[in-house]
């Protein structure tokens, strides 16, 4: 099947962005059971849990759904660097009353050894982030019956995308709440909106694109499918489901968020990451440039972060979120895409009534 096919197929064009952090298999297993298409987040995972978790998902249904990795390369920092970054850390711990963590040894999952995994499990689509593969990883991916979605922030990344045989581009629009996917520029040159992003992509390369960015409810899902998009990826907009495993005062931020609140930001992560505004955030953006890049700062402000979700400080939580994010809606997963779909059919019959009907002859 081609991507085209897979996505024209869908009861609901819809996918459930893979959600690091704030989604698990029951959310994808929710959306895709409700028509939609969704993606388990693995990027964090170890191989033999994308293999358990992909063969869960495939035993439980019939329907297509996605796996997500991020290409990470192996991360050997300078002992010295990494000193003085924790070091900019251990105000924060004293904030939190916990220890500053010893240099760790490990920064990042093996991406080779995710990948073997990944291909010995063959779920019918893969979607990468933040790199490129290669022509051959591509094309055993695609050996082994899985469809290659890469992400791409510039119409320069789709094209890297299509050059080694990627099935579908993901186009993430600098509306989008989470990590940006950029590779090819740095991420403040890599923020274009989805509705220009889109539209130069489809311009460029020959391939289905998918939009992601901003898109939180039918309203963003039927402009997306009018911009020409095979389907309407969304995050933010699942990140209250209560399939969501975002910690309590994560949540509590995202239900009381206000319309202006996201910025981006490295200062958590050493990667360009969108999320809502707070303290730390502020603290460190006057020396964010100097973090070490992804994936040492994730690593470094790991055990920070997830006291902060224990102990209920959300100022010095990742609090990733995209600019949509007021328009946040609780619920089940299945019951907000299936109310997404039909809110993006009434918009469409309106816009036609619109374009076609009678009034408009009349003028
Ligand atoms: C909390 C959160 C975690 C994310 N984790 C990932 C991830 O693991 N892999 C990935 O490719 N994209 C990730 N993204 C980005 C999404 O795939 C997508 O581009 C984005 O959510 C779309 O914009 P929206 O949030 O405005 O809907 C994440 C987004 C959010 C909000």
Redesign the pocket.
């Known amino acids: 099947m081609t991507a085209a096919e897979l996505f024209d197929r869908l009861a609901i064009p819809i996918i459930q962005?893979?959600?690091?952090?704030?989604?698990g298999p029951a959310m994808a297993l929710a959306v895709t059971q409700a028509g939609g298409m969704g993606?388990l987040?693995a990027?964090a995972l170890a191989p033999e849990d994308i293999v358990e978790q992909v063969a869960g998902l495939k035993a439980a249904t019939d329907r297509p759904f996605g796996v997500?990795l991020?290409i990470a390369r192996p991360a050997t920092p300078d002992p010295e660097a990494v000193a003085e970054a924790l070091e900019r850390l251990a105000p924060w711990h004293d904030r939190l009353g916990i220890d500053l963590p010893a240099p760790p040894n490990d920064y990042a999952p093996d991406f080779d050894a995710q990948f073997a995994a990944l291909l010995a499990a063959a779920p019918p689509l893969a979607?990468?982030?933040f790199d490129v593969l290669t022509r051959d990883q591509v094309a055993a991916l695609q050996a082994a019956g899985t469809l290659v979605v890469g992400?791409a922030t510039t119409v320069a990344e789709a094209r890297a995308w299509a050059g080694v045989g990627a099935d579908a581009i993901?186009a993430?629009?600098g509306?989008?709440?989470?990590?940006r996917?950029e590779f090819l520029k740095p991420g403040p040159e890599s923020l274009i909106g989805t509705m220009a992003l889109v539209t130069t992509i489809q311009a460029a390369v020959d391939l289905p694109v998918i939009a992601?960015?901003?898109?939180?409810d039918g309203r963003g899902v039927a402009a997306a499918l009018s911009l020409g998009a095979v389907a309407a990826?969304?995050?933010?907009?699942f990140?209250l489901a209560e399939e969501a495993t975002?910690s309590k005062p994560w949540r509590g931020r995202i239900e009381t968020a206000p319309d202006d609140s996201t910025a981006v930001t490295r200062a958590f992560t050493g990667r360009h990451a969108r999320g809502i505004e707070n303290d730390f955030m502020r603290a460190l953006r006057p020396v964010e440039g100097e973090v070490p890049a992804y994936p040492v700062q994730n690593r470094l402000t790991r055990e920070l972060r997830a006291a902060g979700g224990r102990l209920g400080d959300a100022e010095v939580l990742s609090l990733?979120?995209?600019?949509?994010v007021s328009l946040t809606r609780a619920g089940r997963a299945a019951d907000l895409v299936k109310a997404w779909w039909e809110e993006a059919r009434a918009v469409s019959a309106a816009l036609h009534a619109r374009t076609h009907g009678p009034e408009r002859d009349r003028r």
């Open positions: 962005a893979p959600m690091l952090g704030a989604s993606s987040a990027g997500n991020l979607s990468f982030t992400t993901c993430q629009g509306e989008a709440g989470g990590h996917g992601a960015g901003g898109i939180m990826q969304m995050g933010t907009a990140l975002i990733w979120a995209g600019q949509g």
